[in-house]
């Protein structure tokens, strides 16, 4: 019994090494649970950060911004949005000012130098035909046309015969016109309403009868006057008329103007006559102002020879000019400059038409006049007793006129500026100053 007892005893002191196996085996799952997991989230880590690596700086950027340490809170690298391209604004729209002088030069650049000189002249139709009495045009309109594309066509009583002659004569010719040159021509006339209305004192014609500039009696009646005179001129065919009279009857002995004029106060002959320009606009009529400087402080007439005042700048400041003064801001078309000569403004006795001081300085320079100017008729007798067709021509331009009216005789004065330009006493830039403001209102009209 004792025995059994020990060998019990010995049994239950033999070391539990199959308990410890199980242990270490437990552990050794344990770790390499543990070290699975963590090798799993470096790699979804290093993932995360491949898909976040910051692009390299482009070639111009900074590259010296400080990058947070390792092991910080902003360590790790933070998404950035892509930069977007710089582009160029987008290239302004040109204006319609832009437009018309891009077309302007196109058409400068496409003409000849004799192009250029016949643009500047305005003819009667005899005068450009060298036939007598036009009526009619036909085939002799048109090839001297081509032969010389003139800038346009003035017409008197004897050339208007009927409604319906005058329609169609107009008519024709501004085709032939628009075919030669591919520009409108000035179709012109000179009608102010009382006695000088080439239509208006036609028995021919049933229009309504306006009555002389100085019986109208306020604006209305004078934008009026410029309606009623329009209409009848669009419907026939002009497109000028060399109207309103502008002048201020300032010597009580002047017969030429007269009652031409709205009288002797410059405010009221501005605004009368501002008014009729704008009737005549509202019928789709260009209009002057004439006679630069003032035919009311004359005596003599320069259709028949030397027309001249004594009066000094100063004078015709505070008076004659304040309504050329004002064409610009009345938005008048042109500026008709008569023959008549200041001696003491200009230091001698060359017209106002052929001086370069009245048109250059004075007009377009004191008084800030940008539109067209126009000479009054070069065959008076204020111009033609003096100077010959080229000369009196050449001179015209050389003063700053942009369109000569009616020269004696056309052909020279044609030849006296082709002459100059070609001697170099006329640059060509001076013809295309002229044919640019032309130009601007020819393609105007269209």
């Known amino acids: 019994m004792r025995r059994r007892r020990r060998r019990h005893y010995k049994r239950n002191r033999r070391f539990p090494y199959g308990v410890l196996a199980g242990a270490v085996l437990i552990l050794l799952v344990g770790i390499g649970t543990f070290v699975w997991i963590h090798r799993g989230k470096e790699s979804d880590l290093q993932k995360e950060d491949a898909q976040i690596e910051p692009a390299k700086p482009e070639e111009g950027l900074r590259t010296d911004i400080k990058q947070p340490e390792e092991g910080s809170d902003s360590s790790r690298p933070q998404k950035e949005e892509p930069e977007a391209e710089p582009q160029e604004p987008p290239?302004?729209?040109?204006?319609?000012?832009?437009?018309?002088?891009?077309?302007?030069?196109?058409?400068?650049?496409?003409?000849?130098?004799?192009?250029?000189?016949?643009?500047?002249?305005?003819?009667t139709p005899e005068q450009l035909t060298g036939v007598s009495g036009v009526t009619a045009a036909g085939d002799t309109t048109k090839s001297k046309l081509k032969e010389y594309p003139v800038g346009g066509l003035i017409y008197f009583s004897s050339n208007l015969v009927s409604e319906d002659q005058t329609r169609?004569?107009?008519?024709?010719?501004?085709?032939?016109?628009?075919?030669?040159?591919?520009?409108?021509?000035?179709?012109?006339?000179?009608?102010?309403?009382?006695?000088?209305?080439?239509?208006?004192?036609?028995?021919?014609?049933?229009?309504?009868?306006?009555?002389?500039?100085?019986?109208?009696?306020?604006?209305?009646?004078?934008?009026?006057?410029?309606?009623?005179?329009?209409?009848?001129?669009?419907?026939?065919?002009?497109?000028?008329?060399?109207?309103?009279?502008?002048?201020?009857?300032?010597?009580?002995?002047?017969t030429v103007i007269g009652d031409r004029s709205f009288g002797s106060d410059p405010e009221r002959v501005t605004r009368m006559a501002s008014a009729v320009s704008d009737g005549l606009h509202a019928e789709g009529i260009l209009s002057a102002f004439k006679h630069f400087p003032g035919h009311g402080a004359?005596?003599?007439?320069?259709?028949?020879?030397?027309?001249?005042?004594?009066?000094?700048?100063e004078e015709l400041r505070a008076a004659e000019l304040i309504p050329f003064a004002a064409a610009k801001e009345c938005g008048v078309d042109m500026v008709m400059v008569a023959h008549i000569s200041?001696?003491?403004?200009?230091?001698?006795?060359?017209?106002?038409?052929?001086?370069?001081?009245?048109?250059?300085?004075?007009?377009?320079?004191?008084?800030?006049?940008?539109?067209?100017?126009?000479t009054d008729s070069m065959s008076m007798g204020a111009v033609t007793e003096h100077y010959s067709s080229g000369e009196a021509a050449a001179k015209a331009v050389e003063a700053g006129a942009d369109l000569l009216l009616m020269p004696?005789?056309?052909?020279?004065?044609?030849?006296?500026?082709?002459?100059?330009?070609?001697?170099?006493?006329?640059?060509?830039?001076?013809?295309?100053?002229?044919?640019?403001?032309?130009?601007?209102?020819?393609l105007s009209m269209e």
Do not use: W
Not at 298 to 313: I, N, R, V
Not at 342 to 369: A, C
């Open 91 to 123: 290239e302004p729209e040109p204006t319609a000012e832009e437009l018309l002088q891009q077309e302007i030069e196109a058409v400068v650049a496409d003409m000849t130098t004799a192009e250029k000189i016949c643009q500047m002249f305005i003819l």
């Open 168 to 254: 169609e004569m107009l008519e024709n010719t501004k085709a032939y016109g628009k075919e030669i040159e591919g520009l409108p021509l000035f179709l012109c006339i000179d009608e102010e309403g009382g006695r000088v209305a080439r239509i208006g004192r036609n028995a021919a014609f049933s229009v309504e009868q306006v009555k002389p500039m100085g019986q109208i009696n306020n604006e209305e009646e004078a934008y009026q006057a410029g309606t009623v005179i329009g209409s009848y001129l669009c419907e026939l065919g002009f497109n000028v008329d060399f109207a309103p009279d502008a002048d201020v009857l300032t010597n009580e002995r002047n």
């Open 298 to 313: 004359t005596e003599a007439d320069t259709h028949e020879g030397y027309a001249y005042t004594e009066k000094t700048y």
């Open 342 to 374: 200041l001696p003491n403004v200009v230091g001698d006795s060359t017209p106002s038409s052929l001086s370069h001081k009245m048109i250059t300085e004075i007009l377009r320079g004191d008084l800030g006049f940008e539109g067209l100017v126009v």
């Open 408 to 442: 004696k005789n056309f052909q020279e004065a044609f030849q006296g500026i082709r002459d100059a330009v070609s001697s170099g006493r006329i640059t060509e830039e001076r013809i295309e100053e002229s044919l640019q403001r032309i130009l601007r209102v020819k």
